[in-house]
């Protein structure tokens, strides 16, 4: 799909999920105890005052709805908001995959600051770590292994493996099939995702605090009759997992402005919009770039607050938005290419 072809299908896309949701981003990483499942939980959301200050303001918690009219019943959530140690998320339960996940990157996060030790002494080991059906989901609703089985697509992380390196824990809980959804696997997952996933990483290179939201999208296409519609593909037996047909990378960087004021930071946002199908390797990231109002309105989410959108510089003009995919697949079935490539971890 074309980069304006691909705008046009994100500015008329409806809502999804419903606009009740609103995601924010925090400096310190959550980290409770256990996973904690709950309807009414409302994260904080960041704001920039006028003095360039930021501010952390609380939401309001989701109250219960009480009416006669619910005397009998009262129909739930359709997503359930999940908080795991490396991430939070929504579980969609009619699509039974993440309606979104969000997630906040620092060089100990990745293991990677000799300053913040880990959890535990324990090497943490992807290997360890298996594919598991979320028992906090209800079972009418939940994601099975078995629904991937054969189905031809990828059990695709949207938090990847690999941003949760500061625990064995954290890693595990990333393998939820509840952190999950069909990814097309040769020259999408397996290959320039990946590399846009370790893109991201590689911005805490730069940057004190990276956030990332990484959004399941239905996108519609223009038919021969002239008319827009979503289509997609459903797998499981019986059919009960929608296959998305593109997804977002939403990212928003910040670092002091400079060492005087380290309360003041200077922030940078971009969005990307990538098809659930092969991308060429050479594809330039930048193509895939949207506005982040463009997923936001596809979504039927709330990302980030106007002030926040205000204040912050286009990621790419801040940092090169490039990423270069090396097939180590094919390179390692020449001995004398072994060494020299390899993959993104994931």
């Given at each position: 799909m074309s980069g304006s072809l691909l705008q046009v299908a994100i500015f008329t896309a409806g809502?999804?999920?419903?606009?009740?949701?609103?995601?924010?981003?925090?400096?310190?990483?959550?980290r409770p105890a256990?996973?904690?499942?709950?309807p009414a939980v409302s994260p904080p959301v960041v704001d920039i005052g006028s003095s360039g200050r930021t501010s952390i303001s609380a939401v309001a918690s989701v109250a219960s709805l009480a009416s006669p009219v619910l005397k009998y019943g009262n129909p739930g959530p359709i997503a359930d908001p999940i908080i795991r140690k490396a991430y939070v998320a929504a579980y969609d339960r009619r699509l039974r995959h993440p309606a979104w996940t969000a997630e906040h990157l620092t060089l100990a996060s990745l293991g990677k600051s000799t300053l913040a030790p880990s959890e535990s002494s324990e090497l943490v080991d992807r290997t360890k770590s298996t594919f598991i059906e979320d028992e906090s989901i209800p079972v009418p609703f939940r994601a099975r292994l078995q629904d991937y089985f054969k189905s031809g697509y990828d059990r695709g992380h949207m938090v990847p493996a690999a941003d949760a390196?500061?625990?064995?824990?954290?890693?595990?809980?990333?393998?939820?099939?509840?952190?999950?959804a069909p990814q097309v696997g040769d020259g999408f997952n397996r290959h320039y995702w990946a590399y846009l996933e370790d893109w991201c990483r590689r911005l805490t290179g730069r940057f004190a605090d990276v956030y990332v939201f990484t959004v399941p999208l239905y996108l519609p296409r223009k038919d021969t009759d002239g008319k827009w519609r979503v289509t997609h593909e459903v797998i499981g037996?019986?059919?009960?997992?929608?296959?998305?047909?593109h997804?977002?990378?939403?990212?928003?960087?910040?670092?002091?402005?400079?060492?005087?004021?380290?309360?003041?930071?200077?922030?940078?946002?971009g969005a990307f919009v990538l098809p659930n199908a092969i991308i060429p390797d050479e594809a330039p990231l930048e193509s895939f770039v949207v506005p982040v109002e463009a997923v936001e309105r596809a979504a039927g989410l709330t990302l980030f607050s106007d002030a926040v959108k205000a204040s912050s510089k286009h990621i790419c003009q801040t940092t090169k938005c490039s990423v270069i995919v090396r097939r180590f697949d094919e390179a390692r079935k020449r001995p004398e290419m072994r060494r020299a490539i390899s993959a993104p971890p994931k």
């Open positions: 809502a999804i999920v419903g606009g009740g949701l609103t995601v924010a981003v925090t400096r310190k990483r959550p256990d996973a904690i499942v709950s390196k500061f625990s064995q824990e954290a890693m595990n809980e990333t393998f939820y099939l509840s952190n999950i037996s019986p059919p009960n997992i929608a296959v998305p047909t997804f977002a990378k939403v990212v928003l960087t910040s670092k002091p402005s400079s060492p005087s004021t380290p309360d003041i930071l200077e922030l940078s946002a």
